[in-house]
């Protein structure tokens, strides 16, 4: 299907870009439902499978985001701001109004052949009382799944808003808006969505346009039209496909960083990669379990580190700054 959504002064001027926890919530939960995962995120599915060997999606989760077709706006609220806290948006699920949840499910049910799935019933009878709980199931995944690499994937985003906003300043919204991606053309008066699963028109969308990179979207722009949200759309944002890949062993980093961090805590900083358990740690690099709690302690004081919950683990990973360290003439280097 092909779509436009066009454009008045007005539009333009309320066009605004965002960045949700709640997009890569539902994005991320896509490339797990494929079978395989997409190659570029299998690194990434991979750490996460093996720290959580009974998944981080439940049935219901995985019911609600299938591998395609509809995925429930309630999901998706409008970013209020920039960038939205998790907390904040689960808070905006929690208030969806139970005829914008049913509405959504019924689609679900039309896509499966007619019947919604089992584990959706009890939300779609009693949606009030069954969001706090689905909420929770969220907040479990995200700290599994996505919190513990959340500054990296933050850190791309906040790049790509701030690439498109200067291609903006420097040459026009016009080509910034023609550049968002190949299924996406702006053709002077209106956007051009090429292959949409659903129409997007201004008879169906509110004003403005609100951009939303992703780093779990690729390989599609998604679309979410809820009047009176401004239409959304979140595509994949520059960079995505190196995420997740390996790059050279940065051990010849971790011995410059050694007489300025000392060589135990350069040596956990350089594991920190992938985020690991103050266990896994001890087992990598041979060190007490007492002494990795020491210096991880040391470099979350100082903003190099962050810790995150798993189950009954708890997860250290690098922050933006940390991984600052481990840039080297502008490369990134991972293990």
Do not use: K
Not at 89 to 105: F, K, M, Y
Not at 131 to 160: F, T
Not at 322 to 333: P, T
């Amino acid at each position: 299907m092909r779509t436009e959504l066009h454009f008045s002064a007005n539009d333009l001027a309320l066009t605004r870009f965002a960045v949700s926890p709640m997009q890569e919530v539902v994005t991320s939960l896509r490339a797990l439902a494929h079978s395989p995962v997409p190659a570029l995120y299998r690194r990434w599915a991979g750490q996460v499978r093996e720290r959580n060997a009974a998944g981080p999606v439940t049935e219901r989760l995985a019911a609600l985001v299938p591998p395609d077709g509809h995925l429930p706006d309630f999901l998706n609220p409008a970013p209020v701001g920039f960038s939205p806290s998790l907390a904040e948006e689960l808070a905006a699920i929690n208030a969806t109004s139970p005829g914008q949840v049913r509405a959504d499910l019924d689609i679900l049910a039309a896509e499966a052949g007619g019947r919604l799935p089992a584990v959706l019933e009890p939300l779609h009878r009693d949606p009030a009382g069954q969001l706090p709980g689905l909420a929770a199931e969220i907040e479990v995944y995200w700290e599994r799944a996505l919190a513990p690499y959340w500054a990296r994937i933050r850190a791309l985003l906040a790049a790509d808003v701030f690439h498109r906003s200067r291609q903006a300043a420097e040459h026009g919204t016009a080509r910034m808006l023609d550049e968002l991606h190949g299924t996406v053309r702006w053709d002077g008066a209106a956007l051009r969505l090429e292959r949409r699963h659903c129409a997007v028109t201004r008879l169906n969308a509110g004003a403005g346009l609100l951009l939303v990179p992703s780093a779990f979207a690729w390989p599609r722009v998604l679309t979410r039209v809820l009047p009176p949200d401004p239409p959304q759309l979140s595509y994949p944002a520059r960079g995505a496909a190196t995420l997740w890949e390996r790059r050279p062993d940065p051990t010849d980093r971790a011995e410059a960083l050694a007489g300025v961090l000392g060589r135990s805590r350069a040596r956990l900083l350089a594991e920190l990669d992938a985020p690991a358990s103050t266990t896994e740690l001890a087992r990598r690099t041979g060190l007490s379990a007492a002494g990795v709690s020491q210096h991880l302690t040391a470099l979350r004081t100082a903003g190099l580190t962050s810790a995150h919950r798993a189950g009954h683990a708890v997860l250290y990973a690098r922050t933006a700054v940390g991984d600052s360290l481990f840039e080297q003439d502008g490369q990134a280097f991972h293990r």
